[in-house]
């Protein structure tokens, strides 16, 4: 199930308050999806991480005050009924579930269940979801229990380039990145347990985008294939390559009904990526000249880009003339 639907049917599921699993292989941002719709719905996020969890880290044994029988000190940050807001939603998160081991499953398979922790009730707007690896992918996840695993609606996250790409451009991921993962699909995530260095859309937002004209140029190459691995990063270094010898987009501008338009995909992809990034409100009428007259692709790509970037293009009249008859294509 691509990011944009997981995300959809989590909304129903937090509604409903069925429990929900969120399993892939690693490096998708699994546990990204349950905050982001938290922040959407209004609810608090309450995080474990399960594969550091011991049982005593969610309920400790103690006696009570005479020493006559045992009762459980519950962790604290547990929304329990008869503490705090009544009324206050929250989320809990355990994350890398098959990480943890079978007695914190064990005791987790009660709190999903029965919504309780030693006889402490959760509130009613608490919501549960877990994420986690898939045994195949031999990242360390044990197997569910299989009496929690049926408490739960499991969903296979799956990565998606127009989710990837989309989120990219909202959370500063470098435009070399982003168009070079449109250009070669196929590297946005390509994990193979048998190796030990894979790319994955995590490491193309954390891995290689900060380093890219921070490091020395030397070690360029070797950090970005410390990060997705060398055959990936042979791949988007030669395409980096073409991307820093671009003419300069406000050169293009200057003179966009004139200005040598690229034919080869990978400097399509490119500068279309280059010009969706360097438009605003003032200029696009001429960045449009431009992209016009680049294959329909690249031109799409870039006004789809471009509104994200900078929303108050959407509002411009050469916006408008051109999504007569090309509106359908940005809303896909």
């Not at 940050?77 to 914190?104: C, H």
């Not at 009613?124 to 898939?134: D, E, L, S």
């Not at 360029?220 to 987009?249: H, M, Q, T, W």
């Not at 280059?274 to 992209?291: C, E, I, P, Q, W």
Request: charged letters at 25%; hydrophobic letters at 40%.
């Amino acid at each position: 199930m691509r990011p944009s639907v997981v995300a959809e049917t989590l909304k129903s599921m937090i509604q409903l308050n069925r429990p929900t699993h969120i399993e892939g292989s690693p490096g998708l941002g699994k546990t990204q999806i349950p905050k982001q719709v938290a922040a959407e719905m209004g609810y608090d996020v309450i995080q474990f991480h399960c594969p550091t969890l011991q049982p005593e880290d969610l309920a400790l044994p103690a006696p009570n005050a005479d020493k006559t029988a045992m009762n459980f000190l519950v962790n604290g940050r547990f929304p329990l009924e008869g503490q705090g807001d009544p009324a206050a939603k929250a989320l809990l998160v355990f994350d890398e579930l098959p990480q943890g081991d079978n007695s914190v499953q064990k005791t987790l398979a009660n709190v999903i269940q029965e919504r309780e922790i030693h006889g402490r009730k959760l509130k009613p707007n608490v919501a549960i979801v877990t994420t986690g690896n898939r045994q195949k992918d031999r990242a360390g996840a044990n197997r569910i229990l299989s009496h929690l695993r049926n408490r739960m609606t499991t969903i296979e996250f799956e990565p998606h380039l127009d989710d990837w790409c989309s989120w990219a451009l909202d959370h500063g991921v470098q435009p070399e990145i982003i168009s070079f993962l449109r250009f070669k699909p196929g590297n946005l995530s390509d994990f193979d347990p048998q190796k030990d260095i894979c790319p994955t859309p995590r490491a193309w937002a954390e891995g290689v985008s900060p380093i890219i004209g921070n490091v020395p140029e030397a070690a360029e190459f070797d950090c970005i294939s410390g990060a997705v691995g060398e055959g990936a990063a042979s791949e988007f270094y030669a395409f980096l390559k073409i991307a820093r010898k671009l003419p300069n987009p406000d050169l293009v501008l200057m003179n966009p009904d004139k200005h040598e338009v690229p034919t080869d995909p990978s400097t399509g992809y490119a500068l279309a990526g280059a010009m969706a990034h360097r438009s605003t409100k003032d200029n696009f009428d001429r960045v449009l000249t431009y992209v016009k007259r680049m294959a329909p692709e690249f031109c799409i790509l870039t006004v789809r880009d471009a509104a994200r970037l900078q929303p108050e293009i959407v509002n411009t009249k050469a916006f408008t003339d051109w999504a007569v008859t090309h509106g359908s294509k940005i809303l896909t």
